[in-house]
Structures are given as C-alpha cells and as structure tokens.
C-alpha cells in the first residue's frame, strides 16, 4: 500500500507565505510524477503545480510567479512554497502522484489534503 500525507497548511493573511509537504510511504519503487490540486469552496479540484521525475516543472497560470514546487526524490517528497498568498487561493490542497510499487503497475495516488485559507 501507498499513503500521501500532507501537512504545513492552515491560516494565513493575505500576502503572507506558507510551505505544504507531501511525503509518500509503502512498498514504492519509483515515484514519476507529482503535483499539487487545489479545490476552493463549491467548486472542481483543479491541478496548479507539477513537477516530473527530472525536475521539469509546470503551474496553473493563477499561481505562476508566486507558487514554487519542489520535490526530494530520497525522501519521496515533494513541496509547494506558496508566497503573495491571495484569499482565492483558499481550499483544500491536495497532494498526487503516479506511482509504480512493488505489487502494482504504476497508479495515481492522493493525499488526504490539507486546508489552506487566507484571510483578507
């Protein structure tokens, strides 16, 4: 079995700055890649950040500029600095992955996620 566990959310104002963690445990032999979701209030949970394997990076146009992803790949870690923190970008973070172990093809992982909201 594969978990995700995130941590580092919680509340913020506007402006300010916060670091989520997603670390991945289990029988896991290769971690490809990871990304970080967001769903605000009532509304679809919509990718904002990803990062492969190799370090190639990618983000959401409403976070680029502010939000920055990185990954440990010893510690099957990947992070999300998020700064110039905005009251939209409140909801609920979620950590994801694809994931190949040692009982199973490669599969899409998710984290339990993590609440993030900033005040005005």
């Known amino acids: 079995q594969v978990q995700l566990v995130e941590s580092g959310g919680g509340l913020v104002q506007a402006g300010g700055s916060l670091r989520l963690s997603c670390v991945a445990s289990?029988?896991?032999?290769?971690?490809?890649?990871m990304a970080w979701y967001r769903q605000a209030p009532g509304k679809a949970r919509d990718a904002i950040a990803a990062?492969?394997?190799?370090?190639?990076?990618l983000y959401d146009d409403s976070v680029k500029g502010r939000f920055t992803i990185s990954r440990n790949n010893a510690k099957n870690a990947v992070y999300l600095q998020m700064s110039g923190l905005k009251p939209e970008d409140t909801g609920v973070y979620y950590c994801?992955?694809?994931?190949?172990?040692?009982?199973?093809?490669?599969?899409?992982?998710w984290g339990p996620g993590t609440q993030v909201t900033v005040s005005p």
């Open positions: 289990g029988s896991i032999l290769t971690i490809n890649r």
């Open positions: 994801n992955a694809d994931i190949l172990t040692a009982y199973q093809f490669e599969s899409e992982y």
């Open positions: 990062i492969t394997s190799s370090g190639t990076t």
